[in-house]
């Protein structure tokens, strides 16, 4: 009995071995079931992903309108960066030459660049542009107030350019008289030479 016994612990052993290595397989077939299960849904999130940064990245790699450059443009100057609405309004011209308001605005952009009395050779031909991309409002046809809102700077930035132009000339600086301010209380009169 002894005998049968040790065969029967023997067999015993044996088939809670088997069952273990069963189980065990079993265990790591699911375990690979399920890490597969995980890998295809990782692939396809991150396949999802690319996707979708993919269609964003074609979304804002396409070129922008007029309109997006005009207020890009808007932006830039009533964040008082005038080179950069320059910029934006000359990128909305060259997609679209019929906006008026676009060339009324790079005319803006340019005279709010220039500074009255400033003698620099990049300062003069500042306002020069801004004169020249107001007439070529006022060569289109503008509405009433597109008219004024040329007319009135090109009078002002001609006027400060006349006036620089004659004080540059040797000989014809302006001068102050008493004699002829006496009879403004005191304040003296502008008299060019």
């Known amino acids: 009995m002894v005998g049968g016994w040790i065969w029967t612990q023997g067999w015993f052993s044996e088939f809670l071995m088997n069952q273990a290595i069963t189980n065990l397989s079993r265990e790591t077939s699911s375990q690979e079931k ?3 299960r995980s890998l295809g849904r990782k692939l396809v999130l991150t396949t999802s992903l690319l996707a979708m940064f993919a269609i964003a990245f074609m979304a804002f790699a396409q070129e ?5 450059e005009m207020h890009a443009g808007v932006l830039a100057y009533k964040f008082l960066d005038y080179p950069g609405a320059v910029e934006h309004f000359k990128t909305a011209l060259n997609l679209d030459p019929s ?6 605005f790079l005319a803006t952009a340019y005279a709010q660049q220039y500074v009255a009395g400033d003698e620099s050779a990049a300062n003069i031909a500042m306002a020069e542009q801004a004169i020249e991309e107001f007439k070529k409002v006022l060569s289109g046809e503008p509405t009433e107030q597109e008219r004024y809102k040329s007319v009135v700077p090109i009078a002002s930035l001609s006027f400060n350019l006349k006036h620089h132009r004659r004080s540059s000339r040797p000989g014809t600086q302006p001068h102050v008289s008493q004699d ?12 060019g030479g």
Not at 64 to 68: H, L, R
Not at 182 to 191: H, Q, Y
């Open 64 to 68: 922008p309108s007029a309109a997006d």
């Open 34 to 36: 399920a890490s597969s």
């Open 99 to 104: 906006l008026t308001a676009a060339r009324l």
């Open 180 to 191: 002829e301010g006496a009879g403004n209380c005191g304040e003296g009169v502008v008299a």
